[in-house]
């Protein structure tokens, strides 16, 4: 009975360790549920957002051009990044609400007719819905992309200078993208109909 006792518990620490789901530890549960979000009425804004891109988990850090974007291999054999986003000029006495899309595509044109080829993106051509125009009818591959509505399941954060601001943002990729440079794009939509875009090449 000891023996088998010892034997199950080499079994045991020869396994690695369970990592928990990247969803666990998001504070929206990597819904993508946007149910809650309605433009307002007769709300117009005159003063843009500002809007920045960021990575990590705990803090918000700026995504740099042809920064690193750190890519997270899943247990079950999937890949996952960690977004970040930081709105300035938020009308938060208007709203309480923000709808954040990214999209994740190969910076190196595709053929077209490849698997997940999509229109190359264009950041000033992205419009609410996250969908990009082609430019010269070229081809780019869709790595990932998300939808998320802050505020929505958990309130707002704000920052010192009363940005809103939200890290740890899990986009699940398509597949391995390798070292090779990807567009990250980026907009946001507030509930008085202001759109904001946002485009960063990064290395994962």
Not at 26 to 45: Q, V, W
Not at 48 to 62: D, M, V, W
Not at 116 to 131: C, L, V
Not at 176 to 192: A, E, F, H, I, Y
Request: charged letters at 20%.
């Amino acid at each position: 009975m000891r023996k088998a006792a010892l034997l199950f518990l080499v079994f045991l620490s020869a396994c690695p360790p369970v990592q928990p789901s990247p969803c666990a530890a998001e504070r929206f549960k990597c819904s993508e549920s946007t149910d809650g979000f309605h433009l307002i009425p007769g709300c117009t804004l005159a003063d843009p957002l500002a809007i920045e891109i960021g990575y990590g988990q705990g803090t918000f850090t700026p995504l740099p051009p042809n920064g690193s974007l750190p890519v997270y291999l899943g247990v079950q054999g999937g890949q996952h990044t960690f977004l970040a986003v930081r709105i300035a000029n938020p009308a938060l006495d208007r709203y309480d609400k923000l709808e954040v899309q990214f999209l994740l595509t190969s910076v190196d044109p595709v053929d077209c007719g490849d698997w997940n080829a999509r229109p190359a993106p264009d950041a000033s051509s992205a419009d609410a819905g996250g969908d990009v125009e082609g430019v010269d009818g070229s081809c780019v591959r869709k790595f990932g992309a998300r939808t998320v509505l802050l505020g929505q399941g958990a309130p707002l954060k704000k920052d010192a200078q009363g940005a809103v601001f939200e890290t740890g943002l899990v986009v699940f990729l398509d597949s391995w993208p390798g070292g090779s440079p990807l567009n990250v794009d980026m907009t946001v939509r507030d509930p008085c109909g202001r759109v904001a875009t946002s485009h960063v090449v990064a290395i994962p």
